[in-house]
């Protein structure tokens, strides 16, 4: 149980071309979603949370008008990387915290690798 | 702000070697901490976590020990295995809003 699934796994994408990446909670409703950025041999960085049918709070120094974020439902949230360009190429994860699980239980995506030409 | 570090990697040992992967942490009040293990292919999983001083987490023969006088929470397994092979991250979770923030990972490399 508590699988989180993102598609697609891996896109190559022209520069100003927009990308979106979903992330879905197979086996359970999550409340919350998060989206992490990795960079080769870097930690995690959290870019922003979402909570079903509101908007996303993003950190510091994430643009949201750059990167989109969407969680129309209690199974699925779709990050949208408009505008591409090749700095934006990265490893992008997301994770779900079930509804009924504690604050501390988040469940991972396998990530999805963004290169942008 | 929060932070994690961890020891640079990448590891490679033997099997049924001893594993210690380094880990400390800077936090304001007192986080919950956790290590978590990615296999090739696959998401991140929660291996073990603590969520106060002195707590000790332990799964699948990993164990590690909430140390808040140093800070540390470092992860050690008597006798690894090949399947052990993957990437190791150390997290915290601030309490006052259950954000987590990762160290940068290590490798784990067990040769037969």
């Known amino acids: 149980g508590a699988v989180v699934s993102q598609h697609p796994s891996r896109v190559i994408c022209k520069s100003g071309t927009s990308v979106k990446i979903e992330c879905r909670s197979l086996d359970f409703q999550a409340t919350t979603m998060f989206w992490y950025r990795q960079f080769p041999k870097q930690s995690l960085m959290l870019m922003a949370t979402?909570?079903?049918?509101?908007?996303?709070?993003?950190e510091q120094g994430v643009e949201k008008d750059k990167f989109l974020i969407n969680h129309a439902s209690l199974t699925l949230s779709t990050l949208t990387v408009t505008s591409a360009h090749p700095e934006d190429s990265s490893f992008y994860i997301c994770?779900?915290?079930?509804?009924?699980?504690?604050?501390?239980?988040?469940?991972f995506g396998p990530g999805t690798r963004l290169t942008v030409l | 702000g929060n932070s994690v570090t961890q020891m640079e990697g990448p590891v490679t040992l033997s099997e049924e070697a001893f594993l210690t992967i380094n880990c400390t942490y800077t936090?304001?009040?007192?986080?919950?901490l956790f290590w978590y293990v990615q296999y090739p292919g696959e998401g991140l999983q929660l291996l073990l976590k603590?969520?106060?001083?002195?707590d000790k987490g332990s799964n699948k023969g990993f164990e590690a020990t909430y140390r808040k006088e140093t800070t540390s929470f470092h992860l050690e397994k008597g006798s690894v295995q090949v399947s052990d092979s993957a990437v190791y991250f150390c997290?915290?979770?601030?309490?006052?809003?259950?954000?987590?923030?990762f160290g940068k990972g290590i490798t784990l490399s067990v040769r037969p």
């Open positions: 936090a304001t009040g007192y986080p919950s």
């Open positions: 997290a915290l979770s601030d309490r006052a809003n259950s954000k987590l923030t």
């Open positions: 603590a969520t106060k001083a002195d």
């Open positions: 979402s909570n079903e049918g509101s908007k996303a709070t993003y």
């Open positions: 994770s779900a915290r079930p509804a009924s699980g504690g604050l501390d239980t988040q469940y």
